[in-house]
């Protein structure tokens, strides 16, 4: 059974950090993409950033709102991605999912966001 | 970059038929797929590559393309099925990922 269990999160003030961690079971880690989405309190779902697998270099993109202040790293002897948050700003508070990603179209799942976290609320406030 | 347009709501009886559209402009070459999520849950993939359904997911929901739409359709609606609906897609020109604003799909 695939599993992804999310820890960390809590309140931050605006400028601070958090980092987000996630475990993931079931499935071939080593061999997987890896995403951070988000939903903040009462809207839709919105990318945050991916981490491809090793071999790819474990390249890193980010959405254009956190680009520069967030950054995931993963650490494949642990099955662990991480979400480190710097400069926390207020518009980053929200429930933030760890997802597993297709990694294209040429795959069986294209580029879905395949499996997905719990999630971990993220809170930003002074 | 391109946005993902969604109907806010979508109202239908038990046993209706109920049918979500997405549209833009990067659909018209790339995959759509379609995730279900109910209050305080994750979302669940659904849909991908237009109208493929993962294992576990029931028959009575489908999905189609046409042009820069995707549709989903939910066949015979239950009360369970009762939750909101997001799409997504491929960005080539920006940000790898997009989602659309959501639906919500409210059962009578």
């Known amino acids: 059974e695939v599993q992804l269990v999310q820890s960390g999160g809590g309140l931050a003030r605006p400028g601070g950090s958090l980092r987000l961690s996630c475990a993931a079971s079931?499935?071939?880690?080593?061999?997987?993409?890896m995403s951070w989405v988000r939903q903040a309190p009462g809207k839709g779902l919105e990318w945050v950033g991916r981490?491809?697998?090793?071999?790819?270099?474990?390249?890193?993109d980010f959405a254009a709102p956190v680009k520069g202040r967030f950054a995931i790293s993963r650490d494949d002897s642990k099955n662990t991605i991480y979400l480190q948050m710097n400069r926390l700003k207020t518009e980053d508070a929200a429930v933030y999912f760890c997802?597993?990603?297709?990694?294209?179209?040429?795959?069986?799942?294209?580029?879905?966001?395949?499996?997905w976290g719990q999630g971990s609320l993220v809170a930003v406030s002074s | 970059s391109y946005e993902l347009t969604q109907p806010p709501s979508v109202s239908v009886s038990p046993g209706q038929t109920a049918r979500i559209t997405c549209s833009g402009d990067g659909l018209s070459d790339q995959y759509g797929y379609w995730y279900q999520q109910k209050p305080g849950q994750a979302p669940v993939l659904l849909i991908y590559k237009d109208n493929e359904r993962p294992s576990g997911v029931p028959e009575r929901f489908s999905g189609s393309s046409s042009g820069a739409t995707v549709t989903l359709t939910i066949s015979g609606v239950q009360t369970e099925d009762e939750a909101d609906y997001y799409c997504?897609?491929?960005?080539?020109?920006?940000?790898?990922?997009?989602f659309g604003s959501g639906t919500k799909v409210t059962v009578l």
């Open positions: 997504q897609s491929v960005d080539t020109s920006g940000p790898p990922y997009v």
């Open positions: 981490i491809k697998k090793k071999t790819e270099g474990a390249t890193t």
């Open positions: 079931g499935f071939d880690f080593q061999n997987a993409w």
């Open positions: 997802t597993s990603v297709a990694p294209g179209s040429w795959s069986w799942f294209g580029d879905a966001f395949d499996n």
